[in-house]
C-alpha cells in the first residue's frame, strides 16, 4: 500500500513535457551555437578590416581546433548563467547582467583555449579577445532582448486601441513605475498620452516614450488637447494641502481622478497600478493628517485593562485598533449587533496575535449584564462609544434615543463608579452644543452625568466632544457614492449646511489623547479645522467620479430634515474655552447643574421613556433649556 502510494506521488510530482518550452530552448541553443561561430571568425575579420586574405593561417588554426570545445564550454556557461531558463518577455537588469558576465566567462574560456591550440607560438591578437566578448555579448543581447522589445511594440500598438486616455503627474520614481505597468501590461485598457510635473527640468524629455508636457498649469489644457478620460496622480509624498492644490485644478477637467494611497507604498516597492484608488473627498479638505503625541497614549493604556462599548462601530472599532496598537494589558470588545464586532474581532486577531482580547455581546442598556462585566473584568479605563447616532431615526424614535443614549450610560458610569474604573471617556458630539435633535440633547444630557458623577466618585469622568466623522455609519459620503453609482440625484437638504469634518483615525486619536489629559469632569472639544459646506463636497464627489455637475449628475434640494440645523457649533457660550498641550485638543469649563433637581428629572424622563411617552421632547427641554425643536402632535418611539 505503501509503495503505491509512492508511486502515485511521483507520478503527481512528474511534470508533463512542453513540447512548446523544447522548441523554444533549442532554438536557442542552435542560434547560440552559430553565434559563437560568427563571434570566432568576426573578430578575427573586424581585426583584418574584413580582409580575409591577410588573416594569417597562425591565427586561424588555433581558433579552428579550439571552436568545437569552445562551442561547448560556452553552452554550458550559458546554462550556468540561466541563459536558457530566464522569461525574456519580462527580461530585466538582472537578466542583462547575467548575459554580460556569460560572455565575459565565455571570453576568458576561450582566452585560456587558444593558449593551447597556438601555432609555432604565435599567440591570437590581444584585441581578438575584446572583439570577440562584443560580437558574442552583441548577438546574444539581441537573441534575448528581441523579444520583450516586440513584445512592448505590440502592446504600445494595442493599446493605441484602448478607450480610457490617461494623464500621469509626476514624473518621480512612482510615476514611472506605474507608467512602465500600464504600457507593458497585456490586460492595460489605459493608454498615457502624457506626463505633468513641476520640474521643468523634465519638460519636454520623455518616459517610456511618453512626453513631459508642462506643469500643473498644464493640467486642464493638455486633458483637452489629449481628450483625457482618466487622471492619476502618482505623487505620494506630498503633503495634503499640496495635494488639494493639484486636484482642485484636475477637477476642472471632469476627468475621473485617482492616485497612490502614500508615500510608503514607494517605500516597500509596492507601487504598481493595483494600488491605485479612486481619489477622495478626504484629499480635498488640505488639511494634513493630525499628529498625536503617542508617548503620552502609550502611558495611560499600556498594560491596562481597557473597555470599549460600541467597539462594532466605526468610532468604537477605530478605538480598539488603536488601542491595541499600544500594548493594553487586556482588550475587552462590547457590542449588542454581533456582525460588526466579529468584524474587529478577526481583524484584531490577525494583526495582534499576542493581544488579549475579549468580545462580549451586551446592551449597555441591562444592568445586571453590565455590573456582571465590569466584577469580572475590572477596566481600568472605559471608552463609552455606544450610541444611537442617526438623527432623522432618533427623530421618530425619541423614546428609544433616550433608553440608549441617556440610560445606558447611566449604567455604564454607575458600573463604571462602583467598580473602581479610573478614567471613563464618553463619546459625544458638535450637536450636544444647543441641540435642535433629540440626538444632541440626549447626548448633552449623557455629558451632564458624567459631569455629575465625577463630583462624587473617584474615576475621573471625561467627555470628548466632536463633529462629524469621514466615512463612519450614517456619513453623507457613502450616500452620495450610491446615488451617484446610481445615476443620482444626489441629495443635498439644503445649499447653504454646512459640517466640520474629520478622518476616523484622527478623531479617534485625539480621542485616545484627550484620555490622556483628562483629570475629571472636562468636556474636551476637538478643532475640526474650517467647515465645509456640503453642497460643495456633493460637486466635489461627483466631479471626482469623472462626471459633470448638473450634466450627468444633478442635484437635488430635500429641505432640512426634522432636528437637522444648518451649521453645528463645537462649545457653549458658557463653557469657556482653553487650550491643552495639544493645539487642536480644547477643553471647557464644566458648568454648576442643580444635581437634586437633575436626578428627579431623570427618574421621570426614565419613566416616560419606558412607558412609552407620546412626546417627551418637553421634558427633555426642562432638562436641556438650550435645546430647542418644533412641537409634533403625535410624535412618539
Not at 432623522?392 to 433608553?403: I, Y
Not at 458623577?453 to 466632544?465: D, P, S
Request: net charge neutral; aromatic share 10%.
Amino acid at each position: 500500500m505503501q509503495e503505491k502510494q509512492e508511486k502515485n506521488q511521483k507520478n503527481r510530482e512528474k511534470k508533463p513535457f512542453n513540447v512548446k518550452l523544447f522548441y523554444r530552448r533549442t532554438a536557442l541553443i542552435i542560434y547560440d551555437v552559430i553565434s559563437i561561430i560568427f563571434a570566432s571568425y568576426m573578430a578575427v575579420m573586424i581585426r583584418y578590416e574584413f580582409r580575409p586574405d591577410e588573416v594569417p593561417e597562425h591565427f586561424l588554426a588555433p581558433i579552428n581546433q579550439f571552436l568545437v570545445l569552445n562551442i561547448l564550454l560556452t553552452l554550458c556557461i550559458f546554462y550556468f548563467f540561466r541563459m536558457y531558463h530566464s522569461l525574456w518577455a519580462f527580461a530585466g537588469e538582472t537578466e542583462l547582467q547575467n548575459l554580460v558576465m556569460a560572455g565575459v566567462a565565455s571570453t576568458v574560456v576561450n582566452s585560456v583555449g587558444l593558449q593551447f591550440f597556438k601555432t609555432a607560438g604565435q599567440p591570437v591578437p590581444r584585441s581578438y579577445y575584446f572583439l570577440y566578448m562584443f560580437v558574442l555579448i552583441s548577438m546574444i543581447f539581441a537573441s534575448r532582448f528581441s523579444y520583450r522589445f516586440l513584445r512592448s511594440h505590440k502592446h504600445k500598438l494595442q493599446n493605441k486601441k484602448n478607450v480610457i486616455s490617461v494623464m500621469v503627474i509626476g514624473a518621480g520614481e512612482a510615476g514611472n513605475v506605474i507608467i512602465k505597468e500600464i504600457v507593458n501590461s497585456n490586460f492595460s485598457t489605459m493608454v498615457i498620452k502624457c506626463i505633468i510635473d513641476d520640474d521643468k527640468e523634465k519638460w519636454g524629455k520623455y518616459i517610456q516614450g511618453i512626453r513631459v508636457t508642462g506643469g500643473r498649469d498644464k493640467i486642464v489644457e493638455s486633458a483637452d488637447i489629449y481628450d483625457i478620460d482618466e487622471i492619476i496622480v502618482a505623487m505620494p509624498a506630498i503633503s495634503r494641502s499640496e495635494m488639494r492644490q493639484i486636484l482642485e485644478i484636475c477637477k476642472e477637467t471632469n476627468c475621473k481622478l485617482r492616485s497612490l494611497p502614500g508615500m510608503y507604498q514607494l517605500v516597500n516597492g509596492e507601487v504598481n497600478v493595483s494600488k491605485l484608488r479612486d481619489v477622495e473627498v478626504e484629499d480635498l479638505l488640505g488639511r494634513d493628517p493630525i499628529s498625536v503625541d503617542l508617548d503620552s497614549i502609550l502611558g495611560y493604556v499600556q498594560n491596562k485593562t481597557v473597555l470599549v462599548t460600541g467597539g462594532g462601530g466605526s468610532i468604537g472599532s477605530e478605538l480598539c485598533r488603536q488601542i491595541a496598537s499600544h500594548k493594553p494589558g487586556q482588550l475587552v470588545i462590547l457590542d449588542i449587533y454581533e456582525n460588526n464586532v466579529y468584524d474587529i474581532q478577526q481583524e484584531l486577531k490577525t494583526k495582534y496575535p499576542e493581544l488579549k482580547m475579549t468580545v462580549l455581546i451586551a446592551s449597555v442598556r441591562n444592568t445586571n449584564r453590565m455590573n456582571w462585566i465590569f466584577e469580572k473584568y475590572r477596566p481600568d479605563i472605559v471608552y463609552h462609544a455606544a450610541a444611537h447616532k442617526h438623527v432623522p431615526l432618533m427623530e421618530d424614535s425619541p423614546n428609544e434615543a433616550v433608553k440608549n443614549n441617556v440610560f445606558g450610560t447611566w449604567k455604564t458610569v454607575q458600573a463604571a463608579a462602583f467598580y473602581g474604573v479610573k478614567k471613563f471617556v464618553l463619546i459625544s458630539t458638535d450637536k450636544a452644543v444647543n441641540p435642535t435633535n433629540i440626538m444632541g440633547a440626549s447626548k448633552r444630557i449623557c455629558e451632564m452625568i458624567i459631569q455629575t458623577f465625577n463630583n462624587h466618585y473617584e474615576t475621573e469622568f471625561v467627555a470628548v466632544r466632536f463633529g462629524n466623522v469621514l466615512g463612519s455609519n450614517g456619513s453623507v459620503i457613502p450616500l452620495f457614492r450610491k446615488q451617484i453609482m446610481a445615476g443620482g440625484p444626489v441629495t443635498v437638504t439644503h445649499p447653504d449646511i454646512i459640517r466640520y469634518f474629520m478622518t476616523i483615525p484622527e478623531a479617534v486619536s485625539l480621542v485616545l489623547q484627550a484620555g490622556a489629559y483628562a483629570k475629571g469632569g472636562e468636556i474636551f472639544v476637538l478643532d475640526m479645522g474650517e467647515p465645509v459646506k456640503i453642497l460643495d463636497l456633493a460637486e466635489n464627489l461627483i466631479r471626482l467620479s469623472g462626471y459633470r455637475v448638473g450634466e450627468d449628475i444633478k442635484i437635488e434640494f430635500t429641505g432640512l430634515r426634522p432636528g437637522e440645523k444648518l451649521y453645528e457649533e463645537l462649545l457653549m457660550d458658557e463653557e469657556g474655552m482653553k487650550e491643552t498641550a495639544n493645539k487642536l485638543i480644547h477643553v471647557g469649563r464644566p458648568i454648576e447643574i442643580d444635581e437634586m433637581r437633575f436626578f428627579a428629572q431623570l427618574k421621570k424622563l426614565k419613566e416616560e421613556s419606558k412607558n412609552e411617552s407620546g412626546d417627551i421632547r418637553p421634558l427633555i427641554h426642562e432638562i436641556v433649556p438650550t435645546y430647542h425643536y418644533k412641537s409634533e402632535e403625535g410624535a412618539g418611539s
